[in-house]
Structures are given as structure tokens and as C-alpha cells.
């Protein structure tokens, strides 16, 4: 079982950047496709994107496309979300989640096995 820990959120002015963290410890990370995801107030939770095991692979959401980029760094465990160009529609609590390659859609947050607390983004305008 892998836990996952959050960090790097805060308040942001629009057009500026963030790096969100995700730290991973137990289980093997390497084997994890790892996906960020969002939930604003009131709101369901988003996807938001994911990068595969190995980080060849990365798929964004409409909303983020362009402005953010997922990486991982296996050998330290962790994976990052670069955020640019912040809108105030991009407050929200942003979360890692992680699952394995099992066949199945992997935008929808019921396909994920293991979350981290959260993180809150917050971009005043």
C-alpha cells in the first residue's frame, strides 16, 4: 500500500506559476500510474491529468492543457504538477492519486486506488 503526501500549494496571483509535489512512500511507485485531480467547493472532484509508470506518457485535461505539466522522478519517489498562466477557476484542493495498469478509463477518480490529503490552490484575481 503506497501512501501519498501533498505539498507546494498556496495563494497565487492570476498568471502566476505553482509546483505541486507528491511524495510516495511504501509500495513500488515505479509500478503506479499517478494522476492529479482537483475538487473546488461545492464541485465534484476533476481530473485533472496523469503520466504513466515510467513518464513516457501524460494526458491533460481541457482545462489545463498548455498551462500544466506532470513529471515524476521515480528514483526520488515523487511526482510534480508545473501549473502556469493561473486562473481563479483553478482554486481548488488538488490531489495525487495513484493506481495500478489495470485496463480501465483513467480519468474518472473511482478508478484510483490510493489518495493523498490534498493540497489547497488558491489564485486570487
Known amino acids: 500500500q503506497v501512501q501519498l503526501v501533498e505539498s507546494g500549494g498556496g495563494l497565487v496571483q492570476a498568471g502566476g506559476s505553482l509546483r505541486l509535489s507528491c511524495a510516495a512512500s511504501?509500495?513500488?511507485?515505479?509500478?503506479?500510474?499517478m494522476g492529479w485531480f482537483r475538487q473546488a467547493p461545492g464541485k465534484e472532484r476533476e481530473f485533472v491529468g496523469f503520466?504513466?509508470?515510467?513518464?513516457?506518457?501524460?494526458y491533460y485535461a481541457d482545462s489545463v492543457k498548455g498551462r500544466a505539466t506532470i513529471s515524476r522522478d521515480n528514483a526520488k519517489n515523487t511526482m510534480y504538477l508545473q501549473m502556469n498562466s493561473l486562473k481563479p477557476e483553478d482554486t481548488a484542493v488538488y490531489y495525487c492519486?495513484?493506481?495500478?495498469?489495470?485496463?480501465?478509463?483513467?480519468?474518472?477518480?473511482?478508478?484510483?486506488?490510493?489518495w493523498g490529503q490534498g493540497t489547497q490552490v488558491t489564485v486570487s484575481s
Open positions: 503520466i504513466s509508470w515510467n513518464g513516457d506518457s501524460t
Open positions: 511504501g509500495g513500488t511507485f515505479s509500478s503506479y500510474i
Open positions: 492519486a495513484a493506481r495500478s495498469g489495470r485496463p480501465g478509463t483513467l480519468v474518472a477518480p473511482s478508478t484510483y486506488d490510493y
